[in-house]
């Protein structure tokens, strides 16, 4: 089992530029996130997803989108890249669609510079 | 909405001297509780997690913590510290029956451990 894996491992963009952020998991897990990290904030939640077919905002959705492609696949675009977006990404995924927690799962990370 | 604030943020030890960083959260409910730990270079890794029953639970590499309700509390602890404990350490909090097992981190502790 690869767990959670994510691409690219780095990336930097201009100003303005799009990408989108791939994530995979194989646990067959119902639940799927991405946050971001930043210095002395924790982690963050952008959106999750809590069951195929489905796409919530978190703590700081603005300037992203995501798409839950099929139970395994979630992906994150930033359509329009700023300064402010620069951080580490992460992915996770969890079992639990609904009563008690379970853990996340994380994926590697995704560092982005937007410069 | 509920919060985790990590007292902490930057803890420098020697080896063998015992660990205690502190969590506390802001919600009335009942919840899950979680320490992850981000070794350098590395993602995420669950270090141990209270869901419910014994309120002092332990952990891998010899971590524990203790939920404290009263306090609103789940602090983490270790008798004895290693190099290799050097690391980020980040609490996290998630409301029983969340649609979608969301989680709210702390912004962290970072953790350097002197040989």
């Known amino acids: 089992n690869a767990g959670v894996t994510q691409t690219p491992k780095f990336q930097v963009l201009k100003t303005g530029q799009s990408m989108t952020l791939q994530c995979a998991q194989d646990?067959?897990?119902?639940?799927m996130y991405w946050y971001r990290q930043d210095p002395g904030m924790g982690l963050r939640l952008i959106y999750y997803?809590?069951?195929?077919?489905t796409t919530d905002k978190g703590e700081v959705p603005n300037g992203y989108n995501v798409s839950r492609l099929n139970k395994r696949e979630f992906s994150l675009r930033l359509e329009s890249a700023a300064p402010s977006q620069t951080s580490v990404y992460f992915c996770?995924?969890?079992?639990?669609?609904w009563g008690q927690g379970f853990e996340q799962y994380f994926g590697p990370g995704t560092r982005l510079t937007v410069t | 909405a509920q919060s985790v604030s990590q007292h902490n943020h930057h803890v420098i030890l020697s080896e063998a001297a015992s660990l205690e960083l502190g969590c506390n959260y802001s919600?009335?409910?009942?919840?899950?509780l979680f320490w992850y730990v981000q070794y350098p270079g590395q993602h995420l890794q669950l270090l141990l997690k209270?869901?419910?029953?014994?309120?002092l639970v332990k952990g891998i590499k010899g971590f524990e913590a203790e939920f404290i309700k009263s306090k609103f509390s789940f602090n983490l602890r270790k008798p004895s510290v290693q190099w290799s404990d050097t690391a980020e350490y980040f609490c996290?909090?998630?409301?029983?029956?969340?649609?979608?097992?969301?989680?709210?981190f702390g912004g962290g502790t970072r953790l350097m451990v002197k040989p």
């Open positions: 997803s809590a069951s195929e077919g």
């Open positions: 996770a995924s969890s079992e639990a669609l």
């Open positions: 996290a909090v998630t409301p029983y029956n969340n649609a979608g097992n969301m989680l709210t």
């Open positions: 209270y869901f419910s029953g014994d309120p």
């Open positions: 646990m067959n897990h119902n639940s």
């Open positions: 919600y009335g409910g009942t919840v899950n």
